[in-house]
């Protein structure tokens, strides 16, 4: 791939805002040690002056820890970096890397060190390590949702958008800003620990003079820092479009304004599951899948036309509103060039071991040397009925004498089965979490109770239902829809009939019953 460096107007703007950031970090720092000196040299003026007193000597006493602990909050740390996921290797990957050098080339800026898969919807960039940012290292992260979803000409418009924060230097900025930002909020942790030892008057005013001039300054510097970089977002979206252009980079935009909040629930609800019984499907693949379900595509659409709707941006927000993003990339010059349709998951190479390794990160419970590779298209038949089928049996007691007839029934009774739902290692249910597990099983029960007598069970990512003939029934959709109201017991009840499912058994005896159970992929 041939590398041309794009030409690239300087902004003065920029160059603005970069010495705001710093005036900012320093100001923080004077604003602190102000603080700590003002806090020790006003008690010990009082009582210079010949004013002396039990109380100010308490006071100064009070003051020197508040200045301790002032001081010690400003103290440099050392940034302790977690790896946010498996490394990707260049000799492991070349396709990806070819792509990585195109962009960094364009922008002659040189690549990461490291380069990490995560499990988000976004790429970052960054430099870390060191102290301040000195000894930094920059690394980049890029999330398998997003290598699942994006075309690759859509990747490269957000691996340039990344590779713009390097060439704006705004990753030099960030540890600084960051460093401060953590510092004001250590010393909010540690200034009020002092706060139960202000039990005079005279103490309570002295800590509540510092601590109202510690929250007015960081949130002025919390203003000001967030509009900077929400400047440096749209300054690295500029860099984007002159690079890869503005259609990929306002496509992927939407992508991942809209996608990004499905993947915690598609990992919840269909690879924790799987993960937890042995098996690991083609998670990247399932990703693409679940967002394309037709009412999972519908709620993804809403949330993009919420966020481009939104109003003007809130003072601390370190990006601007999507609407705005997508209105300046319009009018930006761009490079034109052949777009590629392919999904940029295919710049991965030995994509199952390259998920095996980031489920290691993900999911570091998971005994990985026992999961055994599936595909979606088999998850059903080989993994949802058996794990449905001991679940049955589990709860055999609570499925007696139960049928599709009697479900109505059996909701509104509900509350004598929750009792005898166990909580979940680590955490407890709440009410209305229990009695939706609760639900959950009686639709397993159904579900099992139709498959046993030779409907099909359809399961995908985002989709699952029962099918026999041209009839299509969603066991926990319709369990939802009797327990809101929304489906009345008399019209289930005409629906059993006409269907002939009425007294079909829940329970053990659907579990092991000798039909052979089958699955549609």
């Known amino acids: 791939m041939n ?34 000196i003002a806090s020790v040299y006003l008690p010990y003026l009082a009582l210079a ?114 590779f713009a924060h390097y060439y704006g230097g705004d990753t030099s900025l ?23 030892l202000a039990r005079t008057w005279i103490l309570y005013i002295a800590y509540l003079v510092v601590v109202t001039a510690l929250k007015w300054y960081f949130k002025f510097f919390m203003t000001v820092t967030n509009l900077i970089s929400r400047r440096q977002e749209f300054r690295a979206d500029e860099l984007a479009c002159l690079v890869a252009g503005a259609q990929p980079l306002i496509s992927g935009l939407r992508t991942i304004n809209g996608a990004g ?72 010059p761009a ?20 998920e095996l390794d980031f489920v290691k990160t993900l999911a570091p419970n998971v005994a990985i040397t026992a999961l055994k590779p599936i595909t979606w298209d088999t998850a059903a038949r080989d993994h949802t009925l058996p794990n449905w089928r001991q679940t049955v049996v589990h709860y055999s007691a609570i499925f007696q004498g139960l049928t599709p007839q009697s479900l109505p029934d059996a909701l509104a009774r509900l509350s004598e089965i929750t009792p005898k739902i166990p909580d979940p290692k680590g955490r407890l249910l709440t009410r209305e979490e229990r009695a939706q597990r609760a639900a959950d099983l009686l639709a397993i029960g159904l579900a099992l109770a139709l498959v046993d007598h030779g409907w099909q069970l359809y399961a995908q990512p985002g989709a699952l239902d029962l099918r026999q003939g041209d009839e299509h029934l969603n066991p926990f959709a319709l369990v939802r829809q009797l327990r809101s109201g929304k489906l009345k017991k008399e019209e289930w009840l005409n629906r059993c009939a006409a269907l002939n499912i009425s007294a079909y058994p829940f329970g053990p005896l659907a579990a092991v019953s000798a039909a052979k159970p089958t699955a549609l992929a």
Not at 4 to 33: C, D, E, G, N
Not at 183 to 190: Q, T
Not at 335 to 354: F, M, S
């Open 335 to 354: 490079h034109v060039g052949p777009l590629d349709a392919q999904t940029a998951r295919d710049l991965l190479e030995d994509l199952p071991a390259t």
């Open 261 to 332: 909040s499905a993947w915690p629930t598609y990992w919840e609800t269909e690879v924790a599951p799987l993960l937890a019984s042995g098996a690991i499907p083609g998670i990247g693949d399932g990703f693409a899948r679940f967002v394309a379900v037709p009412h999972i595509a519908e709620q993804v659409a809403v949330i993009l036309n919420n966020k481009i709707e939104k109003p003007q941006p809130h003072p601390y927000d370190t990006h601007p509103p999507l609407r705005d993003r997508i209105a300046k990339a319009v009018k930006l």
């Open 174 to 196: 960030g540890p600084w800003v960051y460093k401060t930002r953590m510092a004001i909020i250590r010393v909010f942790g540690n200034v009020g620990s002092l706060g139960k």
């Open 3 to 36: 590398v041309s460096k794009v030409t690239i107007r300087p902004r003065r703007s920029m160059a603005i805002f970069a010495v705001l950031a710093i005036v900012m970090v320093i100001l923080s720092y004077v604003v602190l040690l102000a603080l700590a």
């Open 49 to 162: 002056s010949g004013v002396a007193n039990l109380q100010l000597y308490i006071l100064l006493l009070f003051g020197i820890a508040l200045a301790g602990a002032l001081l010690w909050s400003m103290m440099p740390r050392r940034d302790k970096f977690t790896p946010p996921g498996p490394l990707l290797e260049r000799s492991a990957h070349p396709r990806l890397f070819a792509e990585l050098d195109y962009i960094a080339g364009s922008l002659g800026e040189q690549l990461p060190l490291e380069v990490y898969l995560i499990g988000d919807m976004n790429a970052f960039v960054a430099d870390r390590g060191g102290v301040m940012g000195f000894g930094s290292r920059r690394i980049m992260g890029l999330g398998l949702p997003l290598l699942s979803l994006l075309t690759i000409s859509e990747f490269r418009a957000v691996l340039a958008h990344e």
